[in-house]
């Protein structure tokens, strides 16, 4: 359970301190412009146990040679694997590969819009190596989504805040509770890249 509720979150300050002092990322767009999904996901993949400064240039090179999902999925695996190299965790490569042959043959080459059938949660996650917290990225930072965006930093940020004292076996509930009261109608594609820019 959290103490407090009720209390809330300064956003607009979280904003204003974002628009002074927000990363510029390659991947990155600020709101009302959405970057695409394809950049999206492809660096939260990248980023996954990885940092950002050792992600940059793989994130460079990849949309370099292969600038669309298209051409991603055309490519061999193991030339995606090669350029992989150094990265690590190899199973995101391999991932990375398969999901892109889903999206650009099953999907028609897009992330959206959904078959009508499922939320972009479940779409999203359909995906080989897509977990809530990157489909989550994806719908609020391409599609301005209103959705729940919470890794290991927004976490902390929120438990501290809200005064989470919940067991961590349960505390992601919580947790994803406290972010879905605080979702703006607006700007919400900045929301979770101004709290992760906040933690770091």
């Keep these: 359970m959290r103490?407090?509720?009720n209390k809330s979150f300064p956003t607009a300050t979280l904003f204003a301190w974002y628009d002074r002092n927000g990363r510029d990322l390659p991947w990155r767009r600020r709101w009302p412009e959405m970057a695409p999904a394809y950049h999206v996901w492809l660096s939260e993949i990248m980023l996954q146990q990885t940092v950002v400064a050792t992600v940059i240039p793989y994130f460079l090179e990849f949309t370099r040679r292969w600038p669309s999902i298209d051409a991603?999925?055309?490519a061999p695996a193991d030339d995606v694997l090669t350029a992989w190299a150094g990265l690590g965790y190899y199973a995101r490569a391999r991932n990375l590969h398969k999901a892109a042959t889903i999206v650009a043959?099953?999907?028609g080459g897009e992330f959206y819009p959904l078959n009508g059938s499922c939320s972009y949660d479940s779409h999203l996650?359909?995906?080989p190596g897509v977990g809530p917290?990157?489909?989550g990225a994806i719908a609020a930072i391409a599609f301005?989504?209103?959705a729940i965006v919470v890794d290991v930093n927004i976490e902390r940020i929120l438990s501290r805040y809200f005064g989470v004292e919940t067991p961590i076996r349960t505390v992601k509930n919580d947790i994803s509770a406290a972010y879905q009261s605080l979702?703006?109608?607006d700007r919400p594609s900045d929301l979770p890249q101004a709290l992760m820019d906040y933690a770091n």
């Design 125 to 127: 996650r359909s995906l």
């Design 105 to 107: 043959e099953e999907w």
């Design 72 to 74: 991603l999925a055309a």
């Design 133 to 135: 917290y990157t489909a």
């Design 3 to 5: 103490k407090d509720k």
């Design 183 to 185: 979702l703006p109608v």
């Design 144 to 146: 301005g989504q209103q």
